[in-house]
């Protein structure tokens, strides 16, 4: 071979070996730059919630939750169109969505409510806060009780008080302090079937007298109180938070979730909520969920 052929082929090669490393270059900038335009909150044209399908009042798969519509809101004012990425909110239901990645892209963005400062993803500052709550129906010998402590007071005469009761959550702490753990009707809080909301069967069968009382959480309660109104009024308490024992705690400040180090996109979240707080009350006051003043607290820095 000639020293012309040598210096043509070699030529030729590398002329390829540039081709397919200008290739590949151009393939990871353009990746990257789709990555980043998925994690910016300035490039979003599909809002993609994570979400659980049968959780009302806050959400379902026919869209018609209280989480549904303030994802509407954040979708209007970001021009984007709503995804959701269903999973029951049980065990597993941020690493199976938040963080869960298809083909190098992560199924969904944003979870609609989680209490603040939540140890699993990064949080936005709260947009309503809600409590524990205690129910009883009206009429059916619980009336003297205006406050939840007084349950204790009246059982210490009567005795005969039924509590039904999951099976795990804050309420247990409350009923061992107030001495009504013998007065329990237990409930298994994570059913088999993720279909069926354990609240809506427990508040289903205070209704039916099956027991006296119970401890549920707040938006849930005044929910299913404003659908049932035929089959009793529902009488709702709020717990508050025992100073004395940190445990004892039952008000959450609920806030809007991101991953981790998605800074802009939260912080585009917080601008959201800012301006759009009236809307949002008004959203959350339309499933008949009373407004609770979000009391401010030290703000951890979710990315330590």
């Known amino acids: 071979m000639n020293m012309t052929n040598i210096l043509l082929n070699y030529s030729n090669q590398s002329g390829?070996?540039?081709?397919?490393?200008?290739?590949?270059?151009?393939?990871?900038?353009?990746?990257?730059?789709?990555?980043?335009?998925?994690?910016?909150?300035?490039?979003?044209?599909?809002l993609k919630v994570c979400a659980d399908p049968e959780l009302?009042?806050?959400?379902?798969?026919?869209?018609?939750?209280?989480?549904?519509?303030?994802?509407?809101?954040?979708?209007?004012?970001?021009?984007?169109?709503?995804?959701?990425?269903?999973?029951?909110?049980?065990?597993?239901?941020?690493?199976n969505t938040l963080r869960s990645e298809e083909n190098g892209v992560y199924k969904c963005d944003l979870v609609m409510s989680v209490p603040e400062h939540f140890e699993l993803a990064a949080t936005t500052k709260p947009y309503y806060a809600a409590t524990y709550v205690m129910v009883y129906i009206k009429g059916?010998?619980?009336?003297?009780?205006?406050?939840?402590?007084?349950?204790?007071?009246?059982?210490?005469?009567?005795?005969?008080?039924?509590?039904?009761?999951?099976?795990r959550g804050p309420a247990q702490l409350w009923?061992?302090?107030?001495?009504?753990?013998?007065n329990m009707v237990p409930y298994q809080f994570q059913m088999g079937d993720p279909k069926i909301n354990p609240t809506e069967v427990i508040l289903s069968d205070l209704y039916d007298g099956k027991f006296d009382a119970t401890i549920v959480w707040g938006p849930t309660a005044a929910y299913y109180a404003s659908k049932n109104k035929d089959r009793?009024?529902?009488?709702?308490?709020?717990?508050?938070?025992?100073?004395?024992?940190?445990?004892?705690k039952f008000v959450y400040n609920m806030s809007m979730a991101v991953r981790f180090g998605d800074n802009e996109w939260k912080e585009q979240l917080n601008e959201f909520i800012n301006k759009q707080q009236e809307g949002i009350n008004d959203i959350i006051s339309s499933y008949g969920i009373p407004i609770v003043e979000v009391v401010a607290k030290p703000v951890a820095n979710d990315d330590d």
């Open 56 to 95: 009302m009042p806050l959400s379902n798969k026919n869209e018609e939750g209280m989480e549904n519509k303030v994802a509407d809101l954040l979708a209007k004012e970001l021009g984007a169109e709503v995804e959701y990425v269903w999973f029951p909110q049980r065990i597993g239901f941020i690493r």
């Open 232 to 248: 009793g009024e529902m009488v709702i308490l709020p717990l508050k938070d025992d100073p004395k024992r940190a445990q004892m």
């Open 16 to 46: 390829r070996t540039l081709f397919v490393l200008i290739s590949i270059l151009t393939l990871v900038f353009t990746s990257n730059i789709t990555i980043a335009e998925e994690s910016s909150g300035k490039q979003r044209p599909v």
């Open 175 to 182: 009923v061992f302090y107030h001495n009504l753990m013998d």
């Open 140 to 167: 059916r010998g619980l009336d003297s009780v205006i406050e939840p402590e007084m349950l204790e007071t009246l059982n210490n005469e009567r005795k005969d008080i039924k509590m039904g009761l999951f099976d």
